[in-house]
Nanobody
């Protein structure tokens, strides 16, 4: 069973930055699409950013221009650099690894943006 462990969450003021990381328990990154999703209280889980095995990237509309996703297959990690954070970015952020019908999810890390 592959395990994904997120880290880097915390509290930050509006306009600040955080960097999230997701580490996999084994080497799956080279063939999996990796992504970040988030879920705010009372809302559905939504796409933040995904990066495919060949490096194609897509972002959710609300984070374009502010967030950057990257992956390091050698280290089995995927990261999310979040800049210009807004209160509406407050959510639990989840890491996901996907390939065809196989999905793995991390347990999530909380990001709180508040003054």
């Amino acid at each position: 069973q592959v395990q994904l462990v997120e880290s880097g969450g915390g509290s930050v003021q509006p306009g600040g930055s955080l960097r999230l990381s997701c580490a996999a328990s084994e080497s799956i990154f080279s063939s999996y699409t990796m992504g970040w999703y988030r879920q705010a209280t009372g809302k559905q889980r939504e796409l933040v950013a995904v990066i495919t095995s060949d490096g194609t990237i897509n972002y959710g509309d609300s984070v374009k221009g502010r967030f950057t996703i990257s992956r390091d297959n050698a280290k089995n990690t995927v990261s999310l650099q979040m800049n210009s954070l807004k209160p509406e970015d407050t959510a639990v952020y989840y890491c996901r690894a996907a390939r065809f019908v196989t999905n793995y999810w991390g347990k999530g890390t909380l990001v709180t943006v508040s003054s």
